[in-house]
């Protein structure tokens, strides 16, 4: 999947679930203020009314108690005005059992007063004999009345307690859904960013680190680590795989660049080192030259190879090349030695030798280990075959390549001409006879 199609399905999805909050959040605030509004214009009147009939019902009781209570007829009559009044009164406000019961409250009240006044004319007709003005039938009044009138407060603390609850109730519910939906909206990113996090490491993170390892094996030439699972991000797959495809790529540059390496150090047929590989290694040799550790050369040719080749053939006078080459190559106890194919079947030794003498009784042994070779013909026949060797010898650092090698070449010369299949060391060398002081190595 395109890292631009990962971004707009996460941007959609920001989009989406901002809406799906935002419209969550607009219809239950729309809820809350839709029971705002109720609650001002319906409940709270409610509870208004019910607090007055609440008053009208403490003052009723009062005034009952007080027309109970009076001896006069005008106050009496004041009282039972007022408590008509308020009886009146619960019909615009009241429900059905407050205005029942207040008319018979009223009702009662007048009885009282009945009473009373019963009670003061029979005490008017009936001089001698003293009375209180109160009579069991005004008493059962008063009594009746009261429990109407605690009837009716019972009722309007319902009312009141109704309400009260119905208004608690609506705020606890739209105090839930309002934890609700905080909650819904802040636990879907706390779930999702874990999530994310995983994803993110599995198809982000792994990747990229799969990549700096990769780079990294490719800087030392390790082998690459190649994902079994593909990242999910088209643009990291893409990525891997240019690794991946860059590291092989190196790995084969540098094969190749070996192979080139070895082609242009090494002569291709005897596997040996080459003229220039030969005339680099000579002249840091020469350059390492004192009195105590010189430089030796010594230019080795095949006698008469010439001959082998028209013989026997070409391949056979490879083979020929092939042998000598091993054995120059595995001839030992030389210092900081090299041999090399020169040219054609001519091979070239130098190595760091203590003297002169040294150089020659070395090239003399080299001699007799050639003419002890015995290379197989390309029809199966055996074959011997002889070599003369020039020697060149310098224990100075400035001397000149070229100048040794032409000396050791004017040896290889003087070789020739004095039969072949021996050494010789350059002329200037061999001044002084020193041939008898040579000590042989073998």
């Known amino acids: 999947m395109p890292l631009r199609s990962v971004g707009r399905i996460l941007l959609f999805v920001v989009v989406i679930y901002s809406a799906i909050a935002a419209a969550g959040a607009g219809l239950l605030l729309t809820r809350i203020e839709n029971e705002a509004i109720v609650t001002r214009e319906r409940q709270i009147p409610l509870i208004l009314s019910q607090t007055r009939n609440a008053v009208k019902i403490e003052r009723m009781s009062s005034l009952v108690r007080a027309i109970f209570l009076a001896n006069d007829r005008r106050l009496e009559r004041q009282l039972q005005l007022q408590i008509q009044a308020l009886a009146q009164g619960f019909g615009f406000d009241g429900s059905a059992t407050l205005t ?43 009594e009746e009345a009261m429990r109407i009138i605690e009837m009716m407060g019972k009722e309007v603390s319902g009312n009141s307690a109704l309400v009260a609850d119905e208004i608690a109730g609506g705020i606890q519910k739209s105090a839930v859904a309002v934890r609700n939906l905080v909650i819904i909206v802040l636990i879907i990113p706390a779930l999702s960013v874990p999530l994310l996090l995983l994803l993110a490491r599995r198809h982000f993170a792994v990747p990229i680190v799969a990549a700096i390892s990769n780079l990294k094996r490719i800087e030392k030439d390790e082998p690459l680590l190649v994902e079994t699972n593909r990242p999910l991000l088209k643009e990291l797959a893409l990525i891997g795989d240019a690794i991946i495809s860059y590291g092989n ?21 005897t596997g040996l080192a080459n003229r220039r590989t030969f005339e680099k290694f000579l002249a840091a040799a020469i350059q390492r030259s004192s009195p105590e550790s010189g430089t030796a050369v010594l230019l080795i040719d095949i006698d008469h190879f010439k001959s082998v080749n028209d013989r026997f053939g070409h391949p056979t006078g490879d083979r020929c090349l092939k042998s000598l080459a091993s054995l120059l190559e595995n001839i030992p106890d030389l210092s900081n030695a090299l041999a090399a194919r020169f040219g054609g079947e001519e091979f070239v030794v130098v190595y760091d030798a203590p003297s002169s003498d040294h150089a020659l009784e070395y090239a003399r042994f ?65 001044k002084g006879s020193r041939e008898g002081r040579v000590q042989r190595i073998l």
């Open 249 to 269: 790529a190196a790995s084969e540059l540098r094969r190749t660049n070996v192979v080139l390496q070895a082609l242009a150090e090494k002569d291709p047929l």
């Open 366 to 430: 080299v001699c007799r280990k050639i003419e002890q070779l015995e290379t197989q013909s390309v029809d199966g026949t055996y074959l011997r075959f002889t070599g003369s060797i020039g020697v060149s010898f310098t224990t100075s650092a400035s001397e000149d390549p070229g100048n040794l090698l032409e000396k050791a070449d004017r040896a290889l010369y003087d070789a020739k001409r004095s039969g072949r299949n021996r050494a010789e060391v350059d002329s200037s060398l061999s």
């Open 100 to 142: 029942g019961g207040s008319r018979k409250v009223a009702s009662l009240a007048k009885t009282i007063a009945a009473a009373h006044q019963k009670n003061r004319d029979e005490v008017d007709r009936d001089q001698s004999t003293p009375g209180s003005g109160k009579s069991t039938v005004d008493l059962v009044a008063y």
